[in-house]
């Protein structure tokens, strides 16, 4: 069975451009969660969507926007990018809603690794 | 704000040596301590995992040890490995909450 799968990779993009990042989850995983993980931290929480509606959102700024699909994959967009943006961004999928999760359901992917110039 | 502390931030150990990663946390609403090992280019991946109510959870050569009155938790491996050479995370998730708080990472390197 394929696991959480990511594209882009990798990319490059300037300041003040637009990114879409997108995530496909295991299949039954209807819960997909992004993280950003800035090189040598841990990863951080940005959302969390369950059955396409947002269920939990980190400390970013509006700049930063998911949504998820009915066939449950998921896309991650930032607006306006900063340099700081630069990192790596890794979903997650589980199966079941975040107050039932257990984090060994958590799987993540490979990630999309972000660099703002 | 850091919700969880983890230290060192790098460790060299050699092989068949024992490898000790420590965490700390203040909110004493976090009910399930996970552990991630990450391989560069990958994914963080769950190695193990305790709730408070256990003080030790063993798992092959990966041990954790949960101090509650401290706050406190480690990862322990025995016999460490090369291809144990990896950074580890330790994480926090609160009760009913839908996120993990990661600490800041532990680049372990095992010396053959």
């Known amino acids: 069975d394929a696991g959480v799968t990511q594209s882009p990779t990798h990319l490059i993009k300037t300041r003040g451009q637009h990114v879409t990042l997108r995530c496909s989850p295991i299949?039954?995983?209807?819960?997909v969660s992004w993280y950003q993980q800035v090189l040598g931290q841990g990863p951080q929480f940005i959302f969390q969507y369950y059955e396409k509606e947002e269920r939990g959102r980190g400390n970013f700024p509006d700049r930063f926007s998911a949504r998820q699909f009915p066939n449950y994959s998921s896309e991650l967009n930032v607006n306006a990018l900063l340099l700081g943006d630069s990192a790596l961004y890794l979903c997650a999928s589980s199966l079941r809603l975040a107050g039932a999760l257990q984090a060994g359901e958590l799987f993540f992917g490979e990630g999309s690794r972000l660099t703002v110039l | 704000q850091q919700q969880v502390k983890q230290s060192p931030q790098s460790l060299i150990v050699q092989k068949g040596g024992i490898s000790i990663i420590n965490c700390a946390y203040e909110?004493?609403?976090?009910?399930?301590f996970p552990w991630y090992q990450q391989f560069p280019g990958k994914g963080p991946a769950l190695l193990i995992a305790i709730r408070p109510d256990v003080s030790e959870k063993k798992e092959g050569r990966f041990t954790i040890s949960f101090n509650k009155s401290a706050k406190q938790f480690s990862l322990h491996i025995m016999d460490s490995q090369p291809g144990d050479s990896a950074t580890y995370f330790c994480?926090?998730?609160?009760?009913?909450?839908?996120?993990?708080?990661f600490g800041t990472g532990t680049r372990l390197t095992v010396i053959p």
């Open positions: 909110n004493t609403a976090f009910d399930y």
């Open positions: 994480a926090a998730m609160k009760g009913g909450a839908n996120n993990l708080f």
């Open positions: 299949s039954g995983h209807k819960s």
